[in-house]
């Protein structure tokens, strides 16, 4: 370290005056009072005194400092941060020897030489890392520029900085924020660009919805996406492949330069673990091959969920309703008829039950709930029942189907807790609903053309052929509209008020369960010419969509599902334990705890949290950071029970090949820090820059000698002697 010392005065032309007028007045006055004194020693002596004091105060007033200047012995750095993100293998840059196409790494290569910086060692020390590699490459990372680029900032002797990168930063702060501290530094960014700006011609699968698991001998509905970004449209063929043998293909038209959406259909009978794989053919122009293709697990297994069926008369749509679900080998129904005005309720099957489960353990096992003409009148349905109905929908995660009728008894039930779940709001001036003689038809929205529920046909133009020749209805609830949140599946063909088409198939979530409202009592007429085999499929559907979350993982003391059911990468999931003990009372309390492992074996550990302790519900949130099966374990320590099950997340890592390069970024970044972009082949420019670099400012320390505290004790202790002098000699 090199250190220099210097005083220095900041005073004006005009203070310099005053002082020196001031000083020459005074040692006049003081020769003066001297002579006057007949040259007493005394006098002299304090006239000395006097003119010190002066001369002070005019040394004072032109602001001395003392400046100590340290300049290192050792030379500034300048830091090269290369980019060795996934991004940087896409092979969109072209060679400047043979013009050839190689990757963005290639590009870089000769700036990566020792031999590129050689020219520099003398004068700058040349430090070169990678700015976003990890220790573990299993483990899936994004490009931070901001991190490295603060880091940088923090170096001793900085002259600058050199990025060479694409631009694509997908993961921490703005760098923009580095930029602007390396500013204050007087450190620029000599920014070097490499990749195409410009998206390369490919088609990419993505997308892949595949469920977690399927009920033996019912079909699993698996949307999926292509992205194109070729120029023009192209006939494909999709193919759907499983570990069972099975295949499936779906002849497409790809949109240019876009999303094209569809799915496939597809029915398992046997139970097991299988994968699902959907391919898309490579086309003669795409540049990026590793993305045509995605692979899936899905368990099917032997399903049976438990139906309560909660109804006042034995209307037709009751006893259709009934038959569907009692002949349906994955249900077990119970029905609960009320007959307003016998003394008895309905009976004579095993299916029946005589009164409404009071016990939460009885109640719990239902996965849906279906109510009909049903309300609080005629000793049907109690204010506390409701109060459990909707207890058991939005924590248990149960589902909630409402079927009003004619007597408009659901009115009665709108005066409840119930009202909530409501996914329509009534005209209560017209509780009895509309009827005619001619049938009205449903008519699918477009929500309705792609939900599963309304699926009675494998394709598109099938299933919307089916719902315009089912037979029509003659009478449907008073609807005004539906509800915020909601989604509109169907609506009236004919009928509409000042909201637009009258809604008849709705559902909503609410809580972790879900509510489907059903504006008319004639689906069974569905039935007519073509038996069950619509009436079934559509009521089948509907009890294993609101049952499929509740039912992910079950075992014989705990069930564990998470929200959403097909969770993304980066996307926060709610996992929730519904934990009994073995009498099948629900824990009131208790420690539970997941354990995540995930495909990199990565171990995370969640403490779940009870939520509302009278129904045994658990909590917590868990955000994936890699794609792929994760592992999950849960268990409790009051009952010493656990479950596994698997978890698949879906989506793709942050760091994508084919992804377009962002020179925009960099030239940001060389902007606000006062530096320039260059290209990846300019490295002889890139060394001129860097000659060109001003040395890093000398640390520089200033004590400022007029305003420091000492200054100002001397100078009191002066004015104090010299008063004290003045009165000892008697002149006071």
């Not at 006049?28 to 006097?50: D, I, P, V």
């Not at 002849?251 to 898309?280: C, H, L, S």
């Not at 010493?640 to 760091?655: P, R, W």
Request: proline fraction near 6%; charged fraction near 20%.
């Amino acid at each position: 370290m090199i250190t220099t010392q210097q005083l220095t005065f900041l005073g004006s032309p005009v203070s310099v005056a005053l002082s020196i007028i001031a000083v020459l007045v005074t040692a006049w006055l003081g020769q003066h009072a001297w002579r006057r004194s007949g040259y007493s020693k005394s006098q002299a002596g304090l006239e000395l005194l006097r003119l010190t004091i002066v001369v002070l105060v005019a040394i004072l007033l032109n602001q001395p400092e003392w400046i100590q200047e340290y300049r290192p012995d050792a030379k500034p750095t300048v830091a090269v941060l290369w980019d060795d993100s996934k991004s940087m293998t896409t092979r969109d840059a072209i060679s400047s020897s043979d013009q050839k196409r190689i990757t963005r790494t290639q590009a870089i290569a000769p700036l990566l030489e020792p031999a590129a910086w050689e020219s520099l060692r003398e004068q700058l020390n040349i430090v070169i890392q990678p700015i976003s590699g990890t220790a573990d490459q299993s483990i899936p990372s994004g490009t931070d520029l901001h991190q490295p680029l603060l880091e940088a900032a923090r170096r001793e002797q900085l002259a600058g900085v050199v990025l060479i990168s694409d631009g694509d930063w997908n993961d921490g702060r703005a760098p923009v924020e580095a930029a602007s501290r390396l500013r204050i530094k007087d450190a620029p960014i000599i920014a070097v660009a490499t990749g195409s700006p410009k998206r390369l011609p490919d088609i990419a699968l993505s997308d892949v919805q595949v469920p977690s698991f399927g009920a033996a001998g019912k079909t699993v509905r698996i949307p999926f996406s292509i992205e194109s970004s070729l120029p023009r449209p192209y006939l494909t063929t999709v193919t759907l492949t499983t570990s069972a043998g099975d295949s499936q293909t779906k002849e497409m038209q790809i949109a240019p330069m876009g999303r094209t959406d569809d799915a496939f259909i597809w029915k398992m009978d046997k139970t097991g673990d299988y994968t699902v794989t959907v391919n898309v053919p490579l086309h003669s122009d795409e540049t990026i091959l590793d993305n045509n293709e995605q692979t899936a697990p899905i368990a099917i297994r032997q399903e049976q969920l438990k139906v309560l069926v909660v109804e006042s008369s034995p209307r037709w749509e009751y006893r259709y309703l009934r038959n569907a679900l009692s002949r349906d080998p994955g249900v077990e129904v119970s029905c609960l008829l009320f007959h307003p005005g016998l003394e008895k309720v309905g009976g004579g099957s095993e299916d029946y039950i005589k009164v409404f489960p009071e016990e939460l353990d009885q109640l719990v096992s239902y996965d849906v709930i279906f109510l009909g003409d049903v309300g609080l009148n005629d000793n049907q349905l109690t204010t506390e029942q409701c109060d459990l109905l909707k207890g058991l929908i939005e924590v248990q995660a149960s589902g909630l189907v409402l079927i009003p009728g004619w007597q408009g008894r659901q009115f009665s039930l709108l005066e409840t807790s119930l009202k909530e779940l409501y996914p329509v709001t009534l005209d209560a001036a017209n509780q009895r609903g509309w009827g005619s003689r001619k049938a009205a038809q449903f008519e699918l929205t477009r929500r309705g053309r792609d939900s599963l529920l309304t699926k009675l046909a494998d394709t598109a133009s099938a299933n919307a052929q089916v719902w315009e020749d089912l037979p029509g209805f003659q009478w449907y609830a008073p609807v005004v509209r539906a509800k915020p949140g909601t989604e509109i599946l169907a609506v009236h063909q004919d009928m509409s008020n000042q909201y637009g088409r009258i809604p008849l198939l709705v559902t909503r979530t609410f809580g972790a369960g879900k509510v489907l409202f059903m504006g008319t009592d004639g689906a069974w007429r569905w039935r007519k010419g073509v038996e069950d085999k619509y009436h079934y499929r559509f009521w089948g559907q509907v009890v294993r969509w609101m049952a499929y979350q509740r039912n992910m993982a079950k075992g014989e003391t705990m069930r564990l599902y998470h929200t959403p059911d097909q969770p993304q990468i980066r996307q926060t999931m709610t996992l929730s334990a519904h934990v009994m003990d073995t009498s099948g009372e629900p824990v009131q309390g208790g420690e539970v705890v997941a354990r995540i492992v995930a495909p990199s074996g990565e171990t995370d550990t969640i403490r779940l949290v009870a939520e509302g302790e009278q129904w045994g519900v658990f909590q917590g949130r868990f955000t994936p950071s890699e794609p792929g099966n994760h592992d999950v374990t849960v268990s409790c320590k009051e009952t010493a029970k656990s479950i596994q099950t698997n978890i698949y997340v879906q989506g793709q890592d942050l760091e994508q090949v084919g992804t377009p390069a962002r020179p925009q970024v960099l030239q940001e970044l060389a902007m606000v820090s006062g530096g320039e972009l260059v290209r990846a082949d300019e490295v002889e420019r890139v060394v001129k820059l860097l000659t060109e670099l001003p040395k890093p400012p000398p640390a520089i320390r200033r004590l400022q000698l007029w305003s420091h505290p000492l200054t100002a004790l001397v100078l009191v202790a002066l004015l104090a002697f010299f008063w004290v002098w003045r009165k000892a000699a008697g002149l006071i």
